[in-house]
């Protein structure tokens, strides 16, 4: 039997004032202190946010542990540099304009695009999963599509911005869609045909590099992987073990059935909408057939889709418990609001998401 894929995940996180839960502009110095103790992290468009990058995994269990020891590894160092690591998928109090990272890079797409990079601060969950080659990476991207709105919803961590509620469950996501190449990918029947609209883009300038391709899934720049970037970085390292379990079973099951036909574009526009709007605490379009029902139901859907690979994996307790208990508990949307709806103070989201940050219910 072929050996499953190996999978790994990229968290961004942001770093904010303990007292007041502004952005500081202290990744440099964060992933400097990193540095001597051996921890790698990455430095992201804004100097508020750091980014932590796992090791190739085979299995679960130890896709959790170094999410966590990650995770702690990082608040330490935040914590040296009197800066809290908060998994928010946007800030939660923030002046007009956040700093730009330094990087050559960095500052040449702040040159270009102004406002929105400005405006960013906004932390996903990036999961990388082996594929032999950019065909199969696009046989992926097709069978996710319907599907990348229920992750979005499952995963949904910025109801709050700036100080007030948003009306949606992943404001990030509304904030994100703003790029030219964000969202979910076209439908794209050959290797041809991604390569001709990445470079239409290229030559278009509304991408400076490929690095830019900022689609929901595709084809990794850097690594031979399928990496799906749907997600808010989740509260809690469960919820981000969850998802990239999910996606990985959702790889072996694309690489073993019929290729789905293209869904259309305006029901899945609606679907990603509805998933930032209500997250999982509201009713799902399923862009499969467009009609309505509840979260739950589509998810048990979808973990019925992927059943035989989860069950290969060794995973399938995992996912229906994990599901069960972020429907009960609720994820960092529903954490959040409830916070923050209790007595209208900021510093009680700030505290119940520094909390999920850490925690761990296993």
């Known amino acids: 039997m072929e050996a499953p894929p190996t999978v790994g995940v990229e968290e961004e996180f942001l770093l904010v004032d ?21 921890l ?15 090791r190739v995994h085979t299995n679960t269990p130890d896709l959790l542990r170094e999410l966590r020891e990650l995770r702690r590894g990082a608040a330490i160092c935040a914590e040296k540099n ?24 960095y500052r040449r797409i702040a040159e270009n695009f102004g406002r929105l990079a400005n405006d960013q ?32 919803a499952l995963t949904a961590n ?32 050959s290797v041809r045909e991604f390569d001709a609209a990445v470079e239409s883009m290229l030559s278009l300038g509304v991408i400076l590099d490929r690095k830019m391709v900022y689609w929901d899934v595709r084809p990794s720049v850097t690594f031979p992987t399928v990496e799906v970037r749907v997600s808010d970085v989740p509260a809690t390292v469960e919820e981000s073990a969850l998802m990239a379990t999910v996606v990985r079973a959702a790889v072996m099951t694309a690489c073993r059935v019929p290729e789905p036909a293209a869904i259309s574009e305006p029901v899945l526009r609606a679907a990603y909408w509805k998933a930032a709007h209500e997250g999982i605490d509201g ?47 609720g994820n960092g949307a529903r954490r959040q609001l409830r916070a923050f709806r209790n007595r209208g103070e900021l510093g009680d989201v700030i505290e119940e998401l520094a909390e999920a940050t850490l925690y761990t219910c296993r």
Not at 285 to 312: F, Q
């Open 283 to 329: 009713a799902a379009i399923d862009p499969l057939d467009g009609r309505m029902l509840p979260v739950e139901d589509l998810l048990s859907r979808l973990i019925d889709r992927i059943r035989p690979a989860l069950e290969e994996l060794g995973d399938l307790d995992f996912v229906t418990e994990a599901v069960t208990a972020l429907l009960i508990r």
């Open 18 to 38: 303990p007292r007041t839960g502004a952005p500081v502009s202290r990744n440099v110095d964060v992933a400097r202190t990193a540095a001597d103790f051996g």
């Open 158 to 189: 910025s109801p709050i911005y700036r100080g007030g509620e948003t009306g949606y469950a992943s404001w990030r996501n509304i904030l994100w869609r703003r790029w030219p190449s964000a969202g979910p990918p076209p439908h794209f029947g």
């Open 82 to 105: 009197d800066a809290l690591l908060l998994a928010s998928a946007v800030p939660l109090s923030a002046p007009d304009e956040l700093t730009i990272t330094g990087t050559p890079r």
């Open 121 to 152: 601060g906004l932390c996903g969950c990036h999961v990388h999963v082996a594929v032999p080659d950019k065909d199969v990476a696009l046989r992926v991207s097709n069978f996710l599509r319907p599907w990348l709105p229920l992750l979005l």
């Open 40 to 54: 790698d992290l990455q430095l992201e468009i804004t100097r508020c946010q750091v980014e932590t990058t796992t």
